[in-house]
């Protein structure tokens, strides 16, 4: 078998993991799930599309290098089968029918809600396409053992992080339909910017990880970036019960100038953040610096330190009003 043929079938695998009917994250109900956005399409997605496209950081393994600026149509940006279409929209109607209110904990935690279940939904994903890849007996012929030993590996930590992740959807699940309030959230705003983001991220870094026990969850980050009317509001959320850990770090990105915050969330998508978009025009501008862009996503996954802070600053490239903005909020 030849090395195109090897990599159809694992491209055709991962297809099959993808396109799998799946049923509706919320507990006890058997609907099928239809494509959500992470982020609203209107509202935010298309404050910053050209033409009904706008820019990411796409992965491809078979590529050098493997990560790359891609175009994408906003219909298909920041997409998950998550949810039933009878549930996508009245769990989300209040932050996608209503004006916004990011003063409000609902508002907070229905945006980091979403980032979550994204997040189990890309892993229970990636298992299905890793152990597709393990079954298949023509792979097992042409390619090493430590291929499919690494993808054992892989498998058992996205089984790791699903459990993680289990952990605080119940926490979730408890402030939705009970209301009670288990989570707390920083927001502040910063200059309009045309870049989007929504993510989850651990605290920790791989070298600490290794020092705690497997029992413990690790200390999940939700994280959102929105272009909004003439600025960007930021949202941070973590579990209460988690805050002593991290919290201080958090409250850091609001601290100092807009500057610094601008540079420590520069930092934050490069190292932390996978799932973020830019306008054509902010593409246009960063272009130039793709190869800086894709060393340092590289590099993270390499190294046992993602939280750090580099020399490289997407928005020294980007233009943006540098004006007055309001204090921090707190919910």
Request: proline share 2%.
């Amino acid at each position: 078998m030849t090395e195109e043929e090897t990599k159809g079938i694992i491209r055709k695998n991962e297809l099959l993991a993808k396109g799998k009917e799946r049923k509706c994250f919320v507990d006890c109900c058997n609907s099928m799930t239809i494509s959500s956005h992470l982020l609203q399409k209107n509202g935010i997605l298309n404050r910053i599309s050209h033409q009904n496209h706008l820019y990411e950081i796409g992965i491809n393994p078979f590529n050098t290098p493997s990560f790359n600026f891609q175009k994408i149509g906003i219909n298909k940006a920041l997409t998950f089968p998550g949810f039933c279409n009878k549930h996508d929209t009245e769990i989300f109607r209040e932050i996608e029918t209503k004006s916004i209110d990011f003063k409000d904990y609902r508002t907070n935690l229905l945006f980091s809600y979403r980032i979550l279940v994204n997040e189990l939904r890309k892993k229970e994903i990636l298992i299905d396409w890793y152990t597709e890849n393990i079954n298949n007996n023509e792979l097992r012929t042409h390619i090493t053992p430590d291929y499919f030993y690494r993808l054992n590996e892989s498998i058992n930590g996205y089984k790791m992080a699903l459990n993680d992740g289990k952990y605080y959807l119940k926490y979730f699940n408890l402030d939705i339909y009970q209301n009670t309030k288990n989570f707390s959230f920083m927001t502040f705003e910063l200059p309009f910017i045309e870049i989007c983001a929504s993510g989850v991220f651990n605290y920790e870094n791989s070298c600490e990880i290794v020092l705690m026990p497997e029992s413990q969850p690790l200390t999940d980050i939700y994280f959102n970036l929105l272009p909004m009317d003439n600025k960007s509001i930021v949202i941070f959320g973590v579990l209460t019960e988690m805050k002593n850990k991290c919290w201080d770090y958090i409250e850091d990105f609001a601290k100092g100038s807009k500057v610094f915050s601008l540079k420590k969330v520069s930092d934050l998508l490069l190292t932390n953040v996978e799932n973020w978009l830019c306008s054509k025009s902010v593409y246009e501008k960063l272009k130039s610096n793709e190869t800086v862009i894709v060393e340092e996503i590289k590099k993270t996954n390499q190294t046992n330190i993602e939280r750090r802070t580099l020399d490289f600053n997407m928005f020294e490239y980007i233009d943006y009003k540098k004006n007055t903005f309001a204090n921090t909020w707190y919910s």
